[in-house]
């Protein structure tokens, strides 16, 4: 029996049960951790679906390249689990090593994405992963760690795509833990098509089941709908796996109840419940009504229990239903953190952005280091109109320059998909360059500010980079502005009130962006002591409840004057704003009034010359 996969020369099924048998059993006798990851090439059946199998082939090629080139001898291995699964095997490795190995393998696969010959959009650019990583106790198998890291896997998959989580085990698990394991034990046949902890179908169950429904019903007209639970992860932290379990066993318990009308029931993922109705018992209103039903708050916290609600419309019933399944996905994450109980239908519209999403991931490193990113300009004055400093603000330059594609187009999908801060780093440094080469000129006093994404501080070391950066091109720090979003302050208050407190102290001077536009309270502003504060452009431009605004703006401007701050006005685009915003005490001024964001050698030219 062969052990190699034909496709991309990695170890199969057989090979895994091999030699990644071996690398357990070693681990066991060792008393040293072993860990193993599920990866799963996100949309993968969409885009084998659109664009056909030898696109599809390709990707596979180019994601087990990425693996083979990270194997290690008894260290790291890899192997083709079937379609689109790969499973990564390691032993020794720490968590943090292996959290180093998951990066590699995430970066690596978006270097490998699919070149255009192809197909006009990518047909892959991530892959999501799931580990478990633990020291082994005598008598585990390699299925226990697969059902495992098969989950978790899933429950990354259900947050976002390119993601990796990994759960450690610890060094005394049983398999008691996990009831689903004990039983798959005693009852294979059973256990492959349900799940344990609801009886409902499991994910494979409800495929098959589906399918079946449709084959023999060629005349019938069926939707497919997919609940997810809004943010069940903090349910389950907050908690426990306990009363999550309580939450799911209640879901299912309703969708048993016959309510709804179903043909088919499935937990198909963690916290995902799918179900197929027949079109002529389909009626919105019972679903919501039935859903609205378990919405509530969980009795002595603040967790309000809410579901959103995908739906797909079959139209191709020979379809693979795990598209079908992706497809409800798609609606689901269409929608933006919704608070309520919403019902929303796919349609191709939303298939097409995650397209273009996807160009953009998969295009943006070599971009970057192609230099397709630059910064505009934009200026900043003060009340007498002079120049006192600028916005850096970027651009991706397209097709040697013909296209200038605003950040609006990318910045969102890069901070989804965790790129977000090597976009981040670059500008902020091409803005110190800047500053380096104005030395000696007119030029040589102003600011620039910067922008910092949410995620930023998870991958980089913001002070220190800033530092780094001020250090590197003999800058004053309080030339560089970092500016935060008052929505990225907010997120996490505390870390954020020691991560401003500490660039302060370095002579860094912070600003708040948009601010106006969260719905934090005047309050913040006496805990983040930062030192600029710019008003939120749409709050400035606003025509509408005039007088409102004016006693808001009034308030804020005042506030940021008892605690020493600047203020900034942004988006001012006519000469009766800068009046009146100058009356009311705003200190500088941003917006078309003066200009628009420019490239810096026109920036340079209006600038320099004077
Ligand atoms: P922002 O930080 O609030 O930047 C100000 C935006 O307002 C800019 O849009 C600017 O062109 C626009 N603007 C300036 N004056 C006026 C005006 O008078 N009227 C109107 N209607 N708009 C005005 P832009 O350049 O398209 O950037 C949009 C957003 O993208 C930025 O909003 C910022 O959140 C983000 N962004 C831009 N560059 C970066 C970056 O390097 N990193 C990160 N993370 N985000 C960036
Ligand atoms: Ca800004
Ligand atoms: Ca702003």
Redesign the pocket.
């Known amino acids: 029996m062969t052990e190699t996969d034909q496709l991309t020369g990695l170890a199969n099924r057989f090979g895994l049960n091999h030699h990644g048998g071996d690398m357990l059993a070693d681990c066991i006798r060792g008393k040293k951790p072993v860990s193993l990851g599920v990866l799963d090439i996100d949309y993968f059946k969409l885009y084998n679906d659109n664009y056909g199998h030898q696109g599809g082939d390709e990707c596979i090629k180019r994601v087990a390249n990425v693996l083979r080139d990270l194997q290690e001898p008894g260290r790291v291995f890899a192997a083709r689990y079937g379609g689109d699964e790969f499973i990564v095997m390691t032993s020794g490795m720490n968590q943090d090593e292996l959290e180093g190995l998951a990066d590699s393998i995430r970066n690596g696969v978006i270097d490998a994405a699919i070149p255009h010959a192809y197909s006009k959009a990518l047909p892959v650019a991530t892959v999501s992963q799931g580990h478990c990583v633990g020291v082994p106790n005598e008598g585990d198998s390699l299925s226990t760690y697969l059902s495992i890291a098969d989950k978790v896997m899933y429950e990354v998959k259900n947050g976002a795509r390119n993601g990796y989580r990994i759960r450690n085990l610890g060094s005394s698990h049983s398999q008691e833990e996990d009831p689903a394991l004990s039983r798959g034990l005693e009852d294979v046949e059973w256990s492959t098509y349900h799940d344990y902890l609801t009886q409902l179908l499991n994910r494979e169950g409800f495929f098959r089941e589906v399918a079946s429904i449709l084959h023999d019903n060629p005349d019938k007209d069926y939707y497919l709908v997919r609940s997810n639970i809004k943010d069940f992860k903090l349910a389950n932290q907050f908690f426990g796996y306990d009363k999550g379990n309580e939450i799911l066993v209640e879901t299912a318990e309703m969708l048993k109840s016959g309510r709804i009308k179903t043909e088919a029931v499935g937990r198909i993922s963690g916290d995902h419940f799918a179900f197929l109705i027949d079109s002529d018992n389909y009626d919105e209103q019972v679903l919501r009504d039935a859903f609205l039903k378990q919405s509530r708050t969980i009795e002595g916290t603040k967790y309000i229990l809410q579901y959103h609600l995908g739906v797909y419309r079959i139209e191709d019933k020979s379809m693979d239903v795990s598209i079908m399944c992706d497809r409800a996905n798609i609606a689901i994450n269409s929608m933006h953190n919704e608070s309520e109980l919403v019902v929303s239908y796919y349609n191709d519209t939303m298939m097409e952005n995650i397209l273009r999403e996807n160009v953009v991931i998969s295009e943006f490193e070599d971009a970057l280091q192609a230099g397709h ?1 630059r ?2 300009l ?1 200026p900043i004055v003060d009340r007498d109109q002079e120049l006192v400093g600028a ?5 991706w330059m397209r097709d040697n320059g013909e296209t200038v594609v ?3 187009e990318f ?1 969102g999908v ?2 989804k998909s965790g790129l ?1 801060h090597k ?2 780093e670059y ?2 440094e091409e803005a110190a360059k800047l500053l380096q080469s104005w030395k000696g000129t007119v030029l040589e006093h102003i600011f620039v500010s ?4 949410l995620q ?1 501080d998870n991958y980089l070391d913001i002070e220190r980079v800033f530092s780094g950066l001020t250090e590197k091109y003999g800058i004053a720090p309080a030339q560089l502005n970092p ?1 935060f ?1 008052e929505t990225t302050l907010i997120s996490d208050t505390r870390r954020h009130i020691g991560l401003v407190s500490s660039l302060k102290e370095r002579g860094f001077h912070v600003e708040i ?2 601010f106006g536009s969260g719905y934090s309270s005047l309050n913040v502003l006496n805990d983040i002591r930062a030192d600029v504060l ?1 008003l ?2 749409n709050f400035v ?1 606003k025509t509408e409840n005039r007088d409102r605004n004016m006693s808001i703006l009034t308030n804020i401007i005042e506030m940021s004057k008892t605690l020493e701050m600047k203020v900034v006005a ?4 006519t000469q009766a704003q800068f009046r009146t915003l100058s009356e009311m005490g705003c200190d500088m001024f ?4 003066f200009s ?2 420019i490239p810096p050698n026109e920036f340079e030219s209006k600038y320099l010359a004077k």
């Not at 916005?391 to 651009?395: G, S, T, W």
């Not at 910067?450 to 994404?453: A, D």
């Not at 942004?570 to 685009?573: I, K, L, N, P, S």
């Open positions: 990113f910064i505009f934009q916005e850096a603000l970027v651009r605003s950040p609006a910045i890069l901070e977000i976009l981040d500008v902020w910067v922008n910092i994404s930023d500016e979003t962006d948009d710019k939120d452009k431009g942004e988006g001012v685009e941003q917006g078309f009034y628009k964001p």
